[in-house]
């Protein structure tokens, strides 16, 4: 996993609530057994027409989307299915953040394990940077996670909190399995303690 | 003495499993009792245990099974279900070289107990009261019905869990959802937990574990539990549980993985305690009448967009908030409906009855009962998928598939099916089904599908009306 410290981005705004990973990534695509790849096929649905070109009015086929890294959505984004190619899909395509004043469980889970950051902000906050972008698409934000700040061009800063571990994680770019693994002696006592029950 | 802080089911199994409890800068380590497997979320985990030179730590509490790309079109005359998608056909063959590679055991395409994992599991006293369950499936929530902690969890963490049989965790909230009363003639489990989520929102539970209590789920069987516990995540919940009585000792005797004997009678005292204590306070409480509850249908694209079956379609101009209203549109114009509709009598193309929401045995035998000596309407196509081979086993000895099949139904091999549309069951652009599934999210059908969430009872109505319609009507409840 690639270290995340600081992203220094332009953004894209889906202004949409409670999009569900199957519009993220639809379930025809999860028929691989690799990670790499689904970004093409990122919101496909909504990104192609029926021929498989691109539909010129979604916010990703605009030119200013094509090097922003910052995503900005509405609430509860990543509802639904659990799929991680969700955030691997989001990553392929070259996103490193997303913004949205609230992010489901799983996919937050799934996003911060895989070295995408979900960064949970107050809806007036979403709002005021989903209005900036839509003003000025070039205005690029600095996200900093040591700080957990995010800055708008004219200086302005929102906090932002992420999980301390996962944050940890995230900085280091080391997965979690490592730190998991090198608790063996402590399942190994635990299971024994449990010997018999199912 | 000491004084103990009365605690929620939650809590209780939360604590059991605890191995390492979660500090500011660590999350927890939680034991996991069980951990079940499919082919789609498990490729990549598989492969990171492969690139790190690790081993499953516990085959013996592993359990794959194959559903979700799976054909669920009738055997061929070798007896084998052909599987024509290269792709899939490369992904199930995965998960065989995976299974035997690493000793997981696994109901391979065809086999016996080939099933959606949320219904072998239980079917077969895999799933039991107290434990941790989990699979890189967000309806893992289902196995909550038996007072498990059940939960959804991702490729990443399906590769924790084969390495270290753990998972890294911060403990969530809980949420109570208050059921009293009796419901009506016609109205089922799946009618109250599309009417909850219609109420609460499909963010409504996020962060929240929901522990379902009142007299209208003491009332339900398992099954019915199941549907309930199954869609706590369509309100953001990522589990939903259900303390174990005596409806869940009596499902799980005599199950092939159940305990027998003396082991049966301890099982059953450990399981007594999984309940919550007298005074446990949740974080939230949701209280619902389920006299109230009439026959619900989803008219938009999330789980939350819920109506009771005669009522209108609800209008974007009387939202306050933009971005609801802006959802509504959406919504409205994926599904092609008019603002203030009344859905009960629209005609519809598909009808699919299946999926881990209700493919078990008593959701066939309720529309097997509204079915029979009854036509599928000429214009409809309905599909019965069984949700594993066992209750197609169970179905066919009791003669339900004949109904359908005489009715003019396809009755189809266990599987994922139409649920997810991955395996060639699919609606076409346009087209509107009723379905017994879970998800209405554009394209979730089948890309450009349209789809009413309901019953199993009002499925089989509409089947047979060839429009939307009230189940009530075929119960004699009004
Ligand atoms: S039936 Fe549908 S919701 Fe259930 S496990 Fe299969 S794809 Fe998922």
Redesign the pocket.
């Known amino acids: 996993m690639e270290p995340f410290v600081t992203l220094h981005s332009t953004g894209v705004v889906l202004p949409l609530e409670n999009v569900d990973t199957d519009q993220i990534i639809p ?1 025809r695509f999860l028929k691989t057994t690799d990670r790499l790849g689904l970004g093409t096929n990122l919101f496909a649905d909504w990104r192609y027409d029926a021929a498989g070109a691109a539909k010129p009015e979604f916010v990703l086929n605009r030119p200013e989307a094509k090097t922003a890294q910052l995503l900005v959505a509405g609430k509860n984004f990543g509802c639904g ?1 659990s799929r991680e190619h969700a955030p691997w899909a989001l990553l392929g395509y070259g996103f490193r953040a997303v913004v949205s004043s609230e992010f489901a469980d799983i996919f937050r889970n799934n996003a911060l394990g895989n070295g995408l950051l979900p960064i949970a902000l107050p809806e007036p906050a979403v709002d005021r940077i989903s209005a900036l972008i839509a003003r000025e698409p070039a205005a690029r934000f600095t996200i900093d996670l040591v700080a957990q700040s995010f800055a708008l061009p004219g200086g302005e800063r929102f906090d932002f909190h992420v999980d301390p571990f996962a944050r940890h994680c995230m900085l280091e770019g080391v997965d979690q399995l490592g730190y998991l693994a090198n608790k063996e002696p402590e399942i190994a006592a635990f299971e024994r303690t449990r010997a018999g029950v199912s | 003495m000491m004084q103990t802080t009365p605690r929620t089911l939650f809590a209780k199994l939360w604590d059991d499993h605890l191995i390492q409890p979660e500090s500011e800068s660590t999350p927890a380590v939680l034991y996991v009792d069980l951990h079940l497997v ?1 082919e789609v979320t498990s490729p990549q985990a598989f492969s990171v245990l492969r690139e790190r030179g690790l081993r499953v730590r516990r085959t013996d509490r592993t359990l794959a099974t194959m ?2 790309s799976t054909p669920t079109t009738p055997r061929g005359l070798d007896g084998r279900i052909p599987v024509v998608d290269v792709q899939a056909r490369a992904q199930l063959a995965q998960l065989e070289q995976n299974c035997a590679d690493y000793g997981v055991p696994l109901f391979t395409l065809g086999s016996e107990h080939q099933g ?3 219904v072998i599991g239980p079917e077969l006293g895999f799933t039991q009261p107290g434990m941790t369950i989990v699979c890189g ?3 893992t929530s289902t196995h909550g019905a038996f007072g498990a902690l059940a939960f959804g969890i991702g490729t990443s963490e399906v590769a924790h869990v084969l390495a270290t049989q753990c998972l890294l965790q911060r403990r969530a909230l809980t949420m109570e959802v208050r059921m009293d009363g009796v419901l009506a003639p016609g109205v089922t489990a799946k009618d109250l937990i599309l009417r909850l989520i219609s109420e609460i929102g499909v963010g409504g539970a996020t962060g929240h574990i929901l522990e379902y209590t009142g007299s209208a789920i003491r009332a339900l069987s398992m099954e019915e539990r199941m549907t309930v516990c ?1 869609m706590s995540i369509e309100a953001g919940a990522r589990a939903g549980m259900i303390a174990p009585d005596e409806t869940t000792f009596e499902y799980l005797a005599g199950r092939p993985h159940a305990p027998t004997g003396a082991d049966w009678d301890v099982a059953l005292a450990r399981w007594r305690t999984f309940t919550a204590d007298e005074g446990a306070s949740h974080d939230r409480t949701v209280v619902l009448d389920a006299n109230s509850i009439k026959p619900m249908i989803t008219y938009g694209t999330n789980p939350g967009m819920g109506i009771a079956v005669d009522a209108p379609v609800p209008t974007p101009s009387q939202l306050s908030d933009a971005s609801e209203r802006r959802a509504l549109e959406k919504a409205l114009a994926y599904m092609a409906l008019e603002p203030g509709e009344i859905l009960l009598g629209k005609p519809v193309d598909v009808v699919f009855l ?4 209700n ?1 078990r045995i008593s959701d066939l035998r309720l529309a097997a009962a509204a079915m029979r000596g009854k036509r599928v309407a000429s214009t409809v196509r309905m599909l019965v998928v069984p ?1 594993s081979q066992e209750v197609k086993r169970q179905a066919e000895g009791e003669g339900l598939d004949e109904i359908f099949r005489a009715a003019g139904a396809e009755w189809r091999e266990a ?3 139409m ?2 549309a991955m395996n060639g069951d699919e609606l076409a652009p346009g087209q509107y089904a009723v379905s017994t ?3 209405n999210f554009e394209g979730r059908q089948g890309k450009g599908g349209r789809t009413f969430l309901a019953s199993p009872l009002t499925a089989a109505a509409t089947a047979i009306a060839g429009r939307i319609a009230d189940a009530r009507t075929i119960v004699g409840g009004r």
């Not at chain 2, 299946?354 to 929401?357: I, K, M, V």
């Open positions: 379930a299915s | 499919h559903d979700h959606i994992v949320h499936d967000s309806h199954n299946g999926s881990c929401t493919s949700g599987g994922c099916s649920c997810i599934s879970n998800r």
